[in-house]
């Protein structure tokens, strides 16, 4: 596989968990926290799983649009995409990642909703890498 790379962007993370990101341009910065729930203090920072999920509602949306104008039809304003994303470890060892998106497009019969969905789902940067890597459930709401 091979990709003719139209954009890249770089970010450092320093202090892991307990740090901040930074990207190149200074577009982002984020302070970075342990959730409780993964035995830190659960500060005001974000963290990477929250990172994924926003990128990820973001990405997919996008896709969306692409298909959606590839097969004429149009989204609706009210469209959206959550990203609920876990993680815990594996049976395998290690940690791992969950990744659940609810797709909102409102007016749109169920069918075409669906159609539109899969073709996202196949057009996806997020998707393409996760396919086969991470569950990733997907569903219309």
Do not use: W
Request: hydrophobic content about 40%.
């Amino acid at each position: 596989m091979s990709v003719q790379v139209l954009y890249r962007t770089r970010a450092t993370a320093t202090g892991g968990r307990e740090g901040e990101a930074r990207s190149e341009d200074g577009h982002l910065t984020a302070a970075l926290s342990t959730p409780k729930e993964l035995g830190g203090a659960g500060g005001p920072g974000t963290n990477p799983e929250q990172l994924f999920a926003a990128g990820y509602a973001a990405c997919f949306l996008g896709a969306l649009k692409l298909v959606a104008g590839q097969q004429k039809v149009k989204l609706p304003a009210g469209a959206a995409i959550t990203a609920s994303v876990g993680i815990g470890p594996r049976s395998e060892g290690g940690f791992g990642i969950t990744a659940d998106l609810e797709i909102s497009l409102p007016g749109i019969p169920r069918e075409d909703a669906q159609r539109l969905i899969e073709a996202a789902h196949q057009t996806c940067p997020y998707s393409n890498a996760t396919r086969n890597n991470v569950d990733v459930g997907l569903s219309l709401v």
